[in-house]
């Protein structure tokens, strides 16, 4: 597979082409996807929960996101893009975000990851300077469920949905270069893909959006107890096992069958 860039992945969605993105946090399974033709791998936080075993994304310091993601630019030989998590807390004073987001560059990431909304425009911004490009998460964001009160649906209801929208689009012209959107209805994801210029990977964010990302352990069916109404296990009476699984994954998002309808939220 050829290098993928920020510019592939805005021709794909020029193009109405679908990609694909999982997470992984280490050598061996970043050069799997690769090798499947996965375009973006994402170094999530995640890991503070199925790699560290904590019960939330809390805990991850900017050190543990720069170990994972010099393991996973190592074994993606890049190939896909790299996109790293910026973890709770590092994105509220600006020089931190600035120190953090250049650790984990130096780490192997092309792209960081910073979760919240509108507050982060001079963020990325200043990001841009300095040549780091930003991927905004929005919707359900993992690190403020204290305040979200649980991993809760975003952006239902007309005003909810017209805040998003509008914090989306003020972020895309302000340089965001890509967004994760997460647990939306689908009208909303489908609304926010087709109002921004940035490609929009979405996680429970309906057929809509241009990417598809999913937790890796999720997909592979090993969520201990009721996996989230997003989620699709791709292993399950997978003949290739692990390979054939990512391979699945990949052609079910190309293919549009993944996310179906039993996938979305309304
Ligand atoms: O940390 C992560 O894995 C994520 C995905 C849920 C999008 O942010």
């Not at 057929?207 to 009721?226: F, S």
């Not at 009476?237 to 293919?255: R, T």
């Amino acid at each position: 597979m050829k290098s993928v860039t920020l510019s592939t992945l805005r021709d794909l969605k020029a193009r109405g082409e679908k990609f694909t993105c999982l997470t992984s946090y280490d050598a061996t399974f970043s050069h799997l996807m690769a090798e499947a033709g996965v375009e973006t791998i994402l170094v999530g936080d995640s890991l503070g929960m199925v790699v560290q075993g904590h019960d939330s994304t809390l805990p991850v310091s900017i050190a543990d996101m720069a170990y994972h993601t010099a393991a996973v630019a190592r074994g993606n030989g890049r190939r896909a893009l790299v996109i790293a998590d910026m973890p709770f807390m590092s994105c509220v004073r600006l020089e931190d975000a600035l120190s953090g987001a250049k650790t984990l560059m130096q780490a192997g990431a092309q792209v960081v990851k910073l979760e919240g909304g509108l507050w982060l425009k001079e963020t990325i911004q200043h990001l841009a300077h300095g040549g780091i490009p930003s991927c905004v998460h929005m919707g359900l964001t993992p690190q403020s469920v204290n305040v979200f009160g649980g991993y809760k649906v975003q952006g239902r209801g007309e005003e909810a949905a017209e805040r998003l929208l509008a914090e989306a689009i003020e972020l895309d012209r302000a340089g965001a270069a890509l967004f994760v959107l997460e647990c939306v209805p689908t009208a909303v994801g489908k609304r926010i893909s087709e109002s921004v210029s940035a490609p929009v990977i979405g996680i429970g964010a309906g057929p809509h959006c241009d990417g598809q990302v999913l937790v890796l352990h999720d997909m592979l069916g090993m969520h201990p107890g009721k996996p989230a109404r997003f989620v699709k296990n791709f292993l399950t009476g997978n003949a290739e096992g692990i390979s054939g699984a990512i391979k699945a994954y990949v052609s079910a998002v190309k293919g549009g069958t993944y996310p179906a309808p039993e996938h979305c939220f309304e």
